[in-house]
Every structure is written in structure tokens, then in C-alpha cells.
RNA sequence: GCCCCCAUCGUCUAGAGGCCUAGGACACCGCCCUUUCACGGCGGCGGCACCGGUUCGAAUCCGGUUGGGGGUGCCA
């Protein structure tokens, strides 16, 4: 692999803090977070908090944890710190306040005293007229409060809105889709009437002051880009390098949305049970080619290694769980068991399934199952139900129907053998090898049974389930006792119903 | 309405004029393995949205149509 030398690059994202953390910020981070790391650069998390209204206290945590858990790690943050902070938006306000009034002293900005219902009354006139000049009608440019004052639709807290000059350059290069156009923009507010900037401000001024050399952000930004450039341009600064990554979808190509897609919620993928690297990897095959081609599996160091924007497909992925699911699938198998076993416990504890902290019994109980379930699990939850046999007393054990089904009139003295079979293993021996040695010679050649029917007796009476985890290595988890008393429970009640 | 972005199997994608009667993965179906279920192996189903150009030759280039998405906020 040739790589030419590359600048370090400075990268953000940039979530607000408006309630659950969205999955599509985890995307735009990783995408951040691999060109950040192959050029040797930095990766910034910011706050962006600038509307008061929808602010949501403890989704700042939230994204922390979530993004944390995703192994998306920043160098600078509010959190961590770093030499530009703050990193929190609300906290910098007034870092923004002396560029405002830069704008305004140079003509490039003006303040706007046009009430909220005015506004709302010229946006439905222009849609009514079907007009194509849609935007702020300047009402307010070129007047004094006074002047402003005399006429209709006044309010006493104005807003600063740029001052979109005619013939405006909107064209601008992206990293992803090379030359793009965008539409002409309206006066855009840059400072609310609370005193916040909007995010078209903040951005601009934050960026720069970050040294941010790379906007890497969705689709949905297009189109005001050039009000950002001009932004720049006025301020006497370099623009950053701009990447719009496509759009993740839902099944019906709408915008991913937490009301019609659970998964854009990134933490319901930790409650249900994906692991973090298997949610990465599937990240990373979101309109980005396999980086090992045929094979779809690779590590974020390897994604680090081949990163090229140029690969970014720009079509919005639809956000489709079945392939995610099968590299969970395919991680839970990579595990070591042990870890394996770890990583369940926290799922449950996490999960409130188990207290905090979790029965020794029960813990030591998984870690000698685990093995037995590895290779059927495809997320974490499924673990505990695949077991409950395990976890349930003899004497609570409930025989399904379906199960009781399958047995024929070889049920009784399968059982009868069975229960003679597994009396006689030395107490020492009791393990799947034996037991399968003892049961086959018994059961399958000695009662000259198909291995069907012979074992599926058996399975019916330990596990009380048509599909269990493989007999012997649950039985030898189980014990000898414990399976005898199952044996002869199932026995009994064979010979009771005749 | 207006503006912008986009268009290969159901889904994620390979493909940057001849290597493509379009390759892989997931899903689905069948077979094998097998004490159930899985895992694994093998095979199958299935796509270049449409119409015009350009070219000896187009999935690949150009135009249009259609379709989808996004924007049009004192949200981000």
C-alpha cells in the first residue's frame, strides 16, 4: 500500500444534545475518526447546544457513553479538554458576540425586528403564491429601530441576518462528490433574539478557532454551504475541506428516524445485544466498499489503512439490520469464551435482567455454558432463554407440548434405559464424552433406536424443549443428579398418563 | 411550488468503454454434515429504472424522462 504522506488532519463531529443519541452521529464519527487517524490528526467532539428549547439535560451523558461504548474515541472534547475549548457551544458565547458586530460594522450583516408571526405570515403567502423567491422579504434592512418601529409586524428583540449579496458563488468542491451546486441562499439568521448564535454562526466560528481543516457532515447540509463559505470569506479565513456523507435510510429511503427505525437510536443497539465491533464494522459498510473486497469483515485499523474518500458511494444506505446481525453473529463466534461469557454478564446486568453485582452462582453457571451456546447465539439476549433449562430448578422444569409431541411409545423404556445409563457413570466421569459413549451404546445400539428418536427423548426430559444446546454437554453441566431427577420425572409422568 | 443531491440483485456493494452472457456479502430456497437447533460446506433464485444519443463497442460518457431523497426555520 502506497501512502502518500498526508497532512494531520482535524476533524469533529458535532451532535446536539437534543435526546437520545442518534446512530447516524456514530456514523458520521467513524468516518471522522478513520481519516483523522491515518493522517495522523485529531478527532474533536463538540457540543452543539444552541437551542434552548429542544435541550435535553441528560443526553449530553448519553452521547458520551454511547459513542464511548462504540470505541469512537476523541482527543478533545468537553469532557477531556483540549487547547480550544470550551467544547460546549452554550459556553461560548461570547466568542461568538465580536464577530457579529464585525459583520454588521462591515455591512454584511443587519438586525431584523420582524416578529416571529410576520415571518410565519410571509412564509404562507409565498407558498400560497407558489412564488419562487421564497426567503425574507428585507423588510428590515436599511432601517433604524425607530423606522422599523412605525411599521407592522414589530418586535423589541431583533435577530442579525446575513446579508446574502446578488451573484453569490454556489458552487463549491466536496471531497466526496467533487464540484456541487447549491441553491441561493435566504438572509440567514446568524444570532437569535436570545442571544445564541444559530448554527450557521457557530459552526463557521468554531470550526475556525478549532483549526478544523475537514467538515465531515450528512447530505442534508448542501445546501447551506455557501452561507457557510461566504461566512468564511467575510471573516477573511480559509474555508475547510467539505465531505457530505449520504444519508442513512430507512426501509422506505426516508431520513433514518427514531419513529420509524428503533435502530436509529444508538443505544437500542446496546440494549439489545449487538457488540460494539460488530456495529462498527457494519458502519463501515455504509456506502463504503469492504476493504478486504470479497470479504466484508475487517477491523477499523484496516479501514484506517485503506480510508479514501474518493470510495465514499454517495447514495443513502438503507439501514438494513439482517447483514448486522449476522456480523454480530460472526463476532460472538471470534470471542474467547471466557469473554464470551463477560460480555453477557454485563449485557444482563446492564440490561436490569441481573442485580449489580450479579449472583456468583449464577455467573460461574454461564461461563460453563457459554461454550454450548457460542456458536447459536447472534446477540447477547438470546443467551439467558437458550438457558433457562439450566437456570430452572428440576422440580420447575415445564415440558412444553411441542415436546411432549414428539415422543412415540419407545418414550418409556428410553427413559427407563436411560435413567439405568446415567446411574451407573462414575460421579467422577460425568462429562459429555462419556455420557454420549454411555447413551449411544444403550440407547442407539443397544435398543437399537435411531439416534432421532433415542436422543430425543432424553433432550425432551432434560431440557423440556424440542430445541435445546447439545444434550451431553448440557447434561454434563447440569450434573448427574439433576439429570436423573429430570429422567425420572418425565418417566413417571409417562407412566402415570399411560 | 422552487432549488439541490442521487439512481447496479429484496438489502449492502464490486464495476471508473471492451476482462460483464455484471462479481461478492446478507437475506431467501435446496442439498450435504448432524441427536435438536446452530456453525460449516456446496448449489440455486435474483439486478444495470426508462428513452434517446456518442462509439466499432456502454452498467460505465452525454441529454431527457421517471423514480427516490434532502433543503426551503430565531432546528441542527
Known amino acids: 500500500m502506497t501512502t502518500t504522506a498526508l497532512k494531520p488532519a482535524r476533524l469533529r463531529v458535532?451532535?446536539?444534545?437534543?435526546g437520545d443519541p442518534h446512530v447516524g452521529t456514530a456514523y458520521m464519527s467513524l468516518f471522522n475518526l478513520a481519516y483523522a487517524r491515518q493522517t495522523g490528526g485529531q478527532f474533536i467532539l463538540r457540543i452543539e447546544d444552541t437551542d434552548r428549547v429542544r435541550y435535553?439535560?441528560?443526553?449530553?451523558?448519553?452521547?458520551?457513553?454511547t459513542l464511548h461504548w462504540l470505541g469512537l474515541d476523541w482527543d478533545e472534547g468537553p469532557d477531556v479538554g483540549g487547547p480550544c475549548g470550551p467544547y460546549r457551544?452554550?459556553?461560548?458565547l461570547d466568542t461568538y458576540q465580536p464577530y457579529v458586530d464585525q459583520l454588521i460594522a462591515d455591512g454584511h450583516?443587519?438586525?431584523?425586528?420582524?416578529?416571529?408571526?410576520?415571518l410565519q405570515a410571509l412564509r404562507e403567502e409565498q407558498e400560497r403564491s407558489k412564488t419562487s423567491n421564497t426567503g425574507y422579504d428585507r423588510l428590515c434592512y436599511g432601517k433604524t429601530r425607530e423606522e422599523r418601529a412605525a411599521l407592522p409586524g414589530f418586535t423589541d428583540?431583533?435577530?442579525?441576518?446575513?446579508?446574502?449579496?446578488?451573484?453569490?458563488d454556489l458552487t463549491f468542491p466536496d471531497v466526496i462528490r467533487g464540484q456541487l451546486t447549491a441553491p441561493p441562499p435566504d438572509d440567514q439568521v446568524i444570532l437569535k433574539a436570545d442571544g445564541f448564535p444559530t448554527y450557521h454562526l457557530a459552526v463557521v466560528v468554531d470550526d475556525h478557532l478549532m483549526g478544523i481543516t475537514h467538515v465531515v457532515r450528512g447530505e442534508e447540509w448542501i445546501s447551506s454551504t455557501p452561507k457557510h463559505i461566504l461566512l468564511y470569506q467575510w471573516l477573511g479565513w480559509e474555508p475547510p475541506a467539505f465531505a457530505h456523507m449520504p444519508l442513512?435510510?430507512?426501509?422506505d429511503r426516508s431520513k433514518i428516524s427514531k419513529r420509524k427505525n428503533p435502530a436509529a437510536r444508538l443505544a437500542w443497539f446496546r440494549e439489545q445485544g449487538y457488540l460494539p465491533e460488530a456495529l462498527r464494522n457494519f458502519l463501515q459498510l455504509m456506502g463504503y466498499p469492504p476493504v478486504h473486497g470479497d470479504d466484508e469483515v475487517a477491523s477499523?485499523?484496516?479501514?484506517?489503512?485503506?480510508f479514501d474518500w474518493a470510495k465514499i458511494n454517495p447514495v443513502g444506505p438503507i439501514f438494513d439490520l439482517d447483514k448486522l446481525t449476522w456480523l454480530n453473529g460472526h463476532y460472538i463466534r471470534s470471542l474467547e469464551p471466557a469473554e464470551l461469557a463477560q460480555r453477557i454478564t454485563t449485557h444482563?446486568?446492564?440490561t436490569g435482567q441481573w442485580p449489580s453485582p450479579p449472583d456468583p452462582a449464577a455467573v460461574d453457571l454461564l461461563t460453563r455454558a457459554t461454550p454450548m451456546i457460542q456458536e447459536r447465539l447472534t446477540l447477547l439476549s438470546e443467551a439467558l432463554p437458550k438457558l433457562a433449562f439450566l437456570y430452572t430448578a428440576d422440580s420447575d422444569l415445564v415440558v412444553a407440548d411441542d415436546a411432549l409431541a414428539t415422543l412415540n411409545a419407545d418414550a418409556p423404556r428410553v427413559l427407563a434405559a436411560a435413567i439405568d445409563i446415567v446411574h451407573q457413570v462414575p460421579a467422577g466421569s460425568f462429562t459429555a464424552e462419556t455420557l454420549e459413549a454411555a447413551l449411544r451404546a444403550g440407547l442407539v445400539e443397544g435398543l437399537e433406536l435411531k439416534a432421532r428418536v433415542a436422543f430425543g427423548a432424553v433432550r425432551t426430559a432434560i431440557a423440556g424443549q424440542k430445541v435445546s444446546p447439545p444434550l451431553f454437554d448440557s447434561m454434563a453441566v447440569l450434573g448427574q443428579a439433576s439429570c436423573l431427577a429430570r429422567l425420572r420425572a418425565l418417566a413417571g409422568r409417562l407412566a402415570t398418563q399411560g
Open 14 to 18: 458535532a451532535p446536539s444534545p437534543t
Open 56 to 65: 435535553v439535560a441528560d443526553s449530553e451523558r448519553q452521547i458520551f457513553d
Open 89 to 92: 457551544q452554550s459556553e461560548r
Open 109 to 118: 450583516a443587519y438586525y431584523c425586528w420582524c416578529s416571529r408571526e410576520r
Open 157 to 168: 428583540s431583533p435577530v442579525v441576518r446575513m446579508l446574502i449579496p446578488d451573484g453569490l
Open 248 to 251: 442513512l435510510r430507512n426501509q
Open 300 to 306: 477499523f485499523e484496516d479501514f484506517v489503512a485503506a
Open 348 to 350: 444482563l446486568v446492564e
